[in-house]
């Protein structure tokens, strides 16, 4: 047997840290094996999914240094590699389930189903679906459905019983029936959910480990019921603990920074990143710290893996990096600071910007030395020439975070239409709100402009720095976030890869 393994990435943000912590442990456990590691695009949610957040992901993970045998960029025996292209393939087993009565149609309302929800609040019991349409008869099923009234597949789930998931690393799981939902396998515009395409995907790309975060455990039930519905022989399963920050909550962006592609325009290098994240997954033998992927390979054990929540320490991987760039000759080091920062056309833009606003050549690296650092000095004095109360500051600073977080497409156009509507949400001229923007992303009242400039800073350094800013102001209390992200969407999702 081959062992084959994968990473399996959403395209709905910007890609995660945890992205590439799952990444490594798939490739290193499938390397040590001899076998393969596949790269699989998870896009079955239409509403958030963009080309641009795939495009990210894949130059993310191709920066950290990993690579994939087969993939939607490289291509393979068992594509297509994006579950949008899919889509037959899932209606086919949907239908499989149907006809051996191991799913049924769902036609209850989104209405029905949140007077269902509120009814189990108020009762405090768990919300899950109560099963109303499994008995529906098969034949008035296919009516209603020929009939063209909209409906979701749903899996049954025994009433009773227990479900056994064996983890490599934490043994035998048990799951009582009962607490098992009838989850949505296909949903109304005929698109899977997770859970279907999941395990059809894993199955036919002959997938023999499946290695992913923690959060997934609960699922794991769903998805054993679903191989066993096929006839299928499930692949070994690990759960990862999740990455945390220091005081042991999940890591998260509205913490620290989580982007891949932070930690690569900040100026980490990416041997040191991996190396880093190796260490949350294999201790290193006393005064061995620096290692590459190959050492990794050799010494990683899915069984051994600690359990208790491995933490992304920063001030870790500063001194980890430190230690690579002196192992650089001065010749590389100058090499990797300008592929890291000064290509061409970058360069090229940063003088256009800049040239009508200096004097002499000598003004053009103050100018522009805030696109070239990852952390600007910000203190409160700074925003004290702002035309507004201290509270609307820190206020016009979380919801510009928030609000561009949940952009697509992150160009000055985008910056531009977001920060001005803060400025209608507060009832302010932008003119008056401007500065404190310019002060959190260059740290001065006045820079090159803002929208290009925040555009060639790019999504992740303007989270961190509109981060840094609002701590400096003192942050905001728990009942000023709720209360701010009323006006706002901020998407939340911040899960690894799974």
Not at 27 to 48: M, N, P, S, V, W
Not at 192 to 204: I, K, R
Not at 252 to 270: A, D, V
Not at 428 to 441: E, G, H, I, N, P
Request: proline share 6%; aromatic share 8%.
């Amino acid at each position: 047997m081959t062992v084959r393994t994968r990473v399996a990435p959403s395209p709905t943000g910007d890609p995660h840290v945890g992205t590439a912590y799952v990444a490594l442990v798939n490739y290193c456990f499938a390397k040590q094996q001899g076998g393969d590691f596949l790269l699989r695009i998870e896009d079955t949610d239409q509403a958030r999914s963009t080309p641009e957040s795939e495009r990210a992901i894949l130059a993310a993970l191709r920066w950290t240094g990993l690579s994939w045998d087969e993939g939607p960029d490289v291509g393979g025996p068992h594509g297509p590699y994006r579950q949008s292209e899919r889509s037959a393939i899932y209606e086919r087993y949907a239908a499989e389930l149907l006809a051996t009565g191991h799913a049924f149609r769902c036609f209850c309302t989104p209405q029905r189903l949140e007077e269902m929800r509120a009814a189990q609040r108020a009762a405090k019991i768990p919300q899950k679906y109560d099963g109303r349409c499994v008995a529906v008869p098969d034949a008035e099923s296919a009516a209603r459905a020929a009939a063209g009234e909209p409906f979701v597949v749903r899996m049954k789930v025994p009433a009773a019983g227990v479900c056994i998931v064996e983890d490599v690393a934490r043994g035998p799981v048990p799951f009582e029936y009962a607490t098992v939902d009838m989850q949505v396998l296909l949903k109304s515009d005929g698109l899977p959910t997770y859970h279907l395409a999941n395990v059809v995907d894993d199955h036919l790309m002959e997938v023999t480990h499946v290695i992913r975060g923690e959060e997934w455990m609960s699922s794991a039930p769903k998805h054993l019921l679903l191989y066993s519905y096929f006839g299928w022989t499930p692949p070994v399963l690990m759960h990862l603990p999740l990455l945390r920050n220091p005081d042991k909550s999940k890591l998260s962006k509205r913490k620290n920074p989580t982007g891949i592609l932070f930690y690569e325009r900040m100026g980490y290098l990416p041997e040191a990143l991996l190396n880093f994240l190796g260490l949350l997954l294999a201790a290193a033998p006393e005064g061995q710290e620096m290692f590459g992927l190959p050492a990794l390979i050799e010494r990683l054990d899915l069984a051994k893996i600690s359990l208790g929540g491995p933490v992304f320490d920063i001030a870790k991987l500063d001194w980890l990096n430190g230690q690579y760039l002196r192992h650089l000759t001065p010749a590389e080091l100058i090499d990797r600071t300008a592929s890291w920062g000064f290509d061409r056309a970058r360069i090229d833009r940063i003088a256009e910007l800049a040239q009508s606003r200096v004097e002499r050549l000598s003004d053009l690296v103050p100018t522009a030395a805030f696109l070239f650092a990852g952390r600007v000095a910000v203190t409160p004095e700074a925003f004290a020439g702002a035309k507004l109360a201290e509270l609307d500051v820190r206020k016009a600073l979380a919801l510009a975070m928030w609000r561009l977080d949940t952009q697509a497409v992150f160009d000055k156009t985008t910056v531009e239409v977001v920060l001005k509507s803060v400025g209608e949400t507060l009832g302010t001229k932008f003119r008056d709100l401007s500065r404190v923007y310019y002060v959190a992303m260059t740290g001065s009242p006045t820079s090159l402009p803002l929208f290009d400039s925040m555009e060639l800073l790019g999504r992740d350094l303007c989270r961190e720095r509109f981060r840094v800013a609002l701590d400096v102001l003192g942050g905001m209390s728990a009942k000023e976030q709720k209360e701010w992200q009323r006006s706002t969407s901020p998407d939340e999702s911040d899960g690894a890869a799974a």
